[in-house]
């Protein structure tokens, strides 16, 4: 249980806030406590431990937002002197004098019902002893190797990390709400060798609760996408049908979710601009963000700045069907068409103690299909499973137009035939979702980004 240690620093903030002559101010709060070991060779390579407190304001005068912070790397931040709390409110009302006058800030009036009560916090947690959590990486470094002995030659970046948080946010408006969460992470990266080549295969897992985590198959899932990848051969330029596996899938997925950003859409960068009630994606896609899904990593029961989280529907069988909206671009949506329909969806997401929120995703995912993998690869028939792209960050936000490297396997009559490598597809973001031609029952998380994998009709390949 993370300990509540902020009373006495909330109420001096709030009596030092009530004092001065501001127009409304938020005060958000984050007492943590993170544990990280990393297993090398079978022996501990890596053992970190911290308790890092936060606090920052923000606040509302004359139209202008103000943001200041403080940090304590050891676990609480000493601000019961009075000065030091003085200038923390100080730097934030003199951090708006430089921000341009704006209607559309303002913070939100506490919710009209209780936050719901989410499975995100794993109560028995802080009672594991820290040597279970330091053989949870041994035997997940033991796991990648036991797919091949001879073979994966090295297993590097065992990793277990856990991390519980305290929240605690208050407004002006009368908010005033605290949770509690834990996410446990494990990884592992493994190195395949064979005949002079080497291949790199890594996997993850994560859960709000440890006793939810998958060492073995996590662990053995490294060592087997290392060893898949060995013996890669390049294959003709073309034109093929291939199948995203879900992580590939995630990645492009990530890409795209930016386009249902209502900041984009306002500032015309977004393809989706104008798009709204228009199938303009497969038949087979939908497409949602879920701020309440049961042990999502982005899963809480209020966004960022205090608003209800919430599962919003974005696209329907191909149809856009919303964005996702903060206070701030909802009021601006609000204030540019001159109605005061559009609500925020509860993205406002707090990355942070450094930063004030901002729009963002909550867990953002491909509703899964009914299609198996193995299905899925009987369909392809014969074309290329994509399992790995490089270059991600070369892909066009506006256009979406795209030129990756990649690697995989090439089907022929929906069987694994051989590793492919050095090759790379082009195309275009949008194009490739209106192509999708079935989806994988195999929907997984990979952080706030879901996806199955999506068989797609054509794209084209470069190769010898």
Same mark, same amino acid.
């Given at each position: 249980?993370?300990?509540?240690?902020?009373?006495?620093?909330?109420?001096?903030?709030?009596?030092?806030?009530? &004092?001065?002559?501001?127009?409304?101010?938020? =005060?958000?709060?984050?007492?943590?406590?993170?544990?990280?070991?990393?297993?090398?060779?079978?022996? =501990?390579?890596?053992?970190?431990?911290?308790?890092?407190?936060?606090?920052?304001?923000?606040?509302?005068?004359?139209?202008?937002?103000?943001?200041?912070?403080?940090?304590?790397?050891?676990?609480?931040?000493?601000?019961?002197?009075?000065?030091?709390?003085?200038?923390?409110?100080?730097?934030?009302?003199?951090?708006?004098?430089?921000?341009?006058?704006?209607?559309?800030?303002?913070?939100?009036?506490?919710?009209?019902?209780?936050?719901?009560?989410?499975?995100?916090?794993?109560? /028995?947690?802080?009672?594991?002893?820290?040597?279970?959590?330091?053989? /949870?990486?041994?035997?997940?470094?033991?796991?990648?190797?036991?797919?091949?002995?001879?073979?994966?030659?090295?297993?590097?970046?065992?990793?277990?990390?856990?991390?519980?948080?305290?929240?605690?946010?208050?407004?002006?408006?009368?908010?005033?709400?605290?949770?509690?969460?834990?996410?446990?992470?494990?990884?592992?990266?493994?190195?395949?060798?064979?005949?002079?080549?080497?291949?790199?295969?890594?996997?993850?897992?994560?859960?709000?609760?440890?006793?939810?985590?998958?060492?073995?198959? /996590?662990?053995?899932?490294?060592?087997?996408?290392?060893?898949?990848?060995?013996?890669?051969?390049?294959?003709?330029?073309?034109?093929?049908?291939?199948?995203?596996?879900?992580?590939?899938?995630?990645?492009?997925?990530?890409?795209?979710?930016?386009?249902?950003?209502?900041?984009?859409?306002?500032?015309?960068?977004?393809?989706?601009?104008?798009?709204?009630?228009?199938?303009?994606?497969?038949?087979?896609?939908?497409?949602?963000?879920?701020?309440?899904? #049961?042990?999502?990593?982005?899963?809480?029961?209020?966004?960022?700045? &205090?608003?209800?989280?919430?599962?919003?529907?974005?696209?329907?069988?191909?149809?856009?069907?919303?964005?996702?909206?903060?206070?701030?671009?909802?009021?601006?949506?609000?204030?540019?068409?001159? /109605?005061?329909?559009?609500?925020?969806?509860?993205?406002?997401?707090?990355?942070?103690?450094?930063?004030?929120?901002?729009?963002?995703?909550?867990?953002?995912?491909?509703?899964? &299909?009914?299609?198996?993998?193995?299905?899925?690869?009987?369909?392809?028939?014969?074309?290329?499973?994509?399992?790995?792209?490089?270059?991600?960050?070369?892909?066009?936000?506006?256009?979406?137009?795209?030129?990756?490297?990649?690697? &995989?396997?090439?089907?022929?009559?929906?069987?694994?035939?051989?590793?492919?490598?050095?090759?790379?597809?082009?195309?275009?973001?949008?194009?490739?979702?209106?192509?999708?031609?079935?989806?994988?029952?195999?929907?997984?998380?990979?952080?706030?980004?879901?996806? #199955?994998?999506?068989?797609?009709?054509?794209?084209?390949?470069?190769?010898?």
């Amino acid at each position: 249980m993370i300990p509540k240690k902020s009373e006495t620093v909330i109420d001096q903030t709030l009596d030092l806030l009530r &004092g001065k002559n501001l127009d409304g101010y938020e =005060v958000f709060i984050a007492e943590s406590s993170h544990f990280e070991v990393e297993a090398k060779e079978g022996k =501990v390579d890596t053992f970190q431990v911290s308790q890092p407190w936060g606090m920052s304001l923000r606040i509302l005068s004359q139209g202008r937002i103000g943001f200041s912070y403080a940090t304590s790397p050891s676990g609480y931040f000493q601000m019961e002197q009075k000065h030091v709390l003085e200038r923390l409110v100080e730097d934030a009302i003199a951090s708006a004098g430089v921000i341009s006058s704006d209607p559309c800030f303002d913070f939100p009036p506490p919710p009209k019902e209780l936050p719901p009560e989410l499975a995100i916090f794993d109560q /028995t947690l802080s009672e594991v002893p820290e040597k279970n959590k330091i053989e /949870t990486a041994r035997l997940l470094e033991e796991a990648a190797r036991s797919v091949d002995l001879n073979k994966i030659t090295k297993v590097r970046k065992a990793a277990y990390q856990e991390g519980m948080s305290r929240v605690t946010l208050i407004n002006s408006n009368g908010l005033h709400h605290s949770y509690e969460t834990t996410l446990v992470t494990i990884s592992v990266m493994a190195i395949a060798e064979a005949e002079g080549e080497s291949e790199v295969g890594w996997d993850f897992d994560f859960s709000h609760f440890m006793n939810k985590i998958d060492v073995t198959q /996590t662990g053995r899932g490294a060592g087997r996408r290392a060893l898949d990848r060995l013996g890669g051969r390049r294959i003709s330029s073309g034109v093929y049908p291939i199948l995203l596996e879900n992580h590939v899938t995630s990645e492009f997925l990530s890409l795209l979710s930016h386009a249902f950003s209502a900041e984009q859409v306002q500032k015309e960068k977004s393809n989706l601009r104008g798009k709204l009630g228009i199938q303009f994606f497969s038949p087979c896609l939908s497409i949602l963000d879920d701020g309440l899904l #049961p042990d999502g990593a982005g899963s809480s029961p209020l966004d960022g700045e &205090g608003t209800l989280s919430q599962r919003t529907p974005l696209v329907i069988h191909g149809e856009v069907r919303g964005f996702l909206y903060d206070r701030f671009w909802a009021n601006r949506q609000n204030f540019t068409l001159s /109605t005061q329909q559009t609500q925020s969806t509860g993205n406002s997401i707090k990355h942070s103690i450094k930063s004030p929120p901002s729009l963002g995703i909550s867990n953002f995912y491909i509703q899964p &299909g009914t299609s198996d993998f193995s299905s899925l690869l009987r369909t392809l028939h014969q074309g290329v499973l994509i399992e790995e792209v490089m270059g991600l960050h070369t892909v066009d936000p506006i256009s979406g137009d795209f030129s990756l490297g990649c690697s &995989g396997q090439w089907i022929d009559k929906g069987e694994r035939c051989h590793p492919v490598k050095s090759i790379a597809i082009a195309g275009n973001l949008y194009q490739l979702f209106k192509q999708v031609t079935d989806v994988g029952n195999d929907l997984r998380f990979f952080g706030r980004i879901g996806a #199955p994998s999506l068989l797609i009709d054509r794209l084209e390949i470069s190769g010898n």
